[in-house]
């Protein structure tokens, strides 16, 4: 805004008062010091910076009464940004220097008095000082509030690198372990899980705000996400964490989702990513579902021998894989059906949005080229294992033969 000319007599007030500049600062300093405690003894903004910075803004602001020109706004603004970065909280720093500003016009008034300057001259003089207090709060804040932004932005990719490294298992120094921890809000100590959700579009969370609900909870949990995962792990210290942490989940879970076992040393995140991540493939793509991993025995046996898995898939699933992923997605995806079904072809119809000949059709071409049966215990047994090493292990190619 355009200020007028300055006033002589009120130029000449603040003239006088810039030589009792120390004078202002600590009786500002002592006003803000001992009313708000983030400026006190064990606040977050020092007593020598707090003079420093008064000092700044309270000559800048003898400057403004004697020029009368427009505001010189970057000390406030640099005030705001050096809070935001100190963690003062901006209704605290709004304060202070309202408090600072109100010291500072009450020792105008003072001086004014004692040199005799016209009350209507100092009316109109008071107007303008709490304007000009009005526009350095808007500095100050504005500032504080994209530094405050740029604070929150920076924690956040350090969170995330530092979750990222955890849950990859790239920390495994005791020391480190405890730093990472504590800078993520984790306890030392387990129990924990490592969760793993799949990213279906490119930088969407498929858990959404899945950290803040847990801690609304009271649970501690750390997060990452990749471009194809959305990866965390969850303190499970509460008796009813793993409760409310699966309620969570299942309430917000957009795409597959998997947990991990219970896991006693951070340590063991790495591993436990892994099982997380073979506990999420082993549901269909598409689907919105969580799966523990402990709840699911086969996927058990493929983490322990996931080699042996892979050869038994190709050697049973090898013609159907054969068919291309397109043809071989339309049979997978119809058994999977099948099985969830509890084997009723009607059911498996309506899930897939068919007619149950064509699902009948579909599991006899299964059967024809696996050279297995449904209806043999055994053959559908290894039909079934087939499937799911062929959802959760990568190193399933079609390059075997089936069974003659």
């Known amino acids: 805004m355009q200020r007028r000319p300055p006033v002589p007599e009120i130029a000449a007030v603040a003239q006088s008062l810039r030589p009792r500049l120390a004078e202002l600062v600590e009786r500002a300093a002592r006003r803000i010091r001992d009313e708000i405690d983030v400026y006190g003894p064990s606040g977050t ?12 803004n309270i000559d800048s602001m003898l400057a403004q009464f004697a020029r009368g020109s427009g505001p010189d706004l970057s000390e406030p603004g640099g005030t705001g940004r050096l809070r935001a970065v100190q963690g003062g909280p901006l209704p605290d720093v709004l304060r202070a220097y309202r408090i600072g500003f109100a010291e500072v016009w009450t020792v105008v008034a003072e001086e004014a008095a004692r040199l005799r300057v016209d009350p209507a001259v100092m009316v ?29 932005r920076a924690r956040e990719r350090e969170r995330s690198a530092l979750t990222e490294a955890l849950l990859s298992g790239r920390v495994n120094d005791p020391g480190a372990l405890w730093e990472v921890a504590q800078t993520l809000g984790l306890p030392r100590k387990g129990p924990f899980v490592a969760v793993a959700a799949e990213v279906t579009m490119l930088g969407h ?17 750390a997060w990452a996400l990749r471009p194809d995962l959305h ?40 591993q436990a990513l892994r099982h997380a991540r073979l506990a999420m493939k082993s549901r269909p793509a598409g689907t919105a579902a ?9 996927t058990l046996v493929m983490a322990a021998a996931p080699e042996a898995a892979a050869d038994m898939a190709r050697r049973v699933m090898g013609p159907v894989l054969a068919l291309g992923k397109d043809a071989s997605a339309v049979l997978l995806d119809t058994f999977q059906c099948w099985i969830d079904a509890a084997g009723n072809a009607g059911a498996t119809a309506r899930a897939l949005h068919c007619h149950p000949n064509t699902v009948r059709y579909r599991l006899r071409k299964l059967e024809g080229l696996t050279g297995r049966s449904l209806q043999a215990p055994g053959d559908a047994a290894e039909l079934v294992a087939a499937l799911r090493a062929v959802r959760v292990l990568p190193d399933t190619g079609a390059d075997g033969n089936a069974r003659s």
Not at 130 to 136: F, P, R, S
Not at 139 to 146: D, G, I, M
Not at 248 to 269: H, I, K, N, Y
Not at 290 to 298: E, G, I, K
Request: proline share 5%; aromatic share 4%; charged share 20%.
């Open 45 to 56: 903004v020092p007593e020598g910076e707090l003079r420093a910075s008064l000092r700044r």
């Open 124 to 152: 109109s003089a008071t107007a303008d000082a709490w304007q000009l207090a009005d526009e350095y709060s808007d500095a100050l804040t504005s500032s504080y509030r994209q530094a405050a932004a740029e604070v929150v």
């Open 205 to 221: 969370e498929p858990l959404g705000d899945v950290e803040a609900q847990l801690s609304a909870h009271g649970i501690s949990s």
């Open 231 to 270: 990866i965390g792990i969850t303190s499970l210290l509460r008796p009813d964490a793993l409760d409310l942490t699966m309620t969570v989940l299942r309430r917000g879970a957009t795409a597959r989702v998997g947990m991990s076992p219970a896991f006693a040393s951070l340590d063991c995140t790495g």
């Open 290 to 298: 969580v799966v523990r991993f402990q709840d699911d025995p086969l």
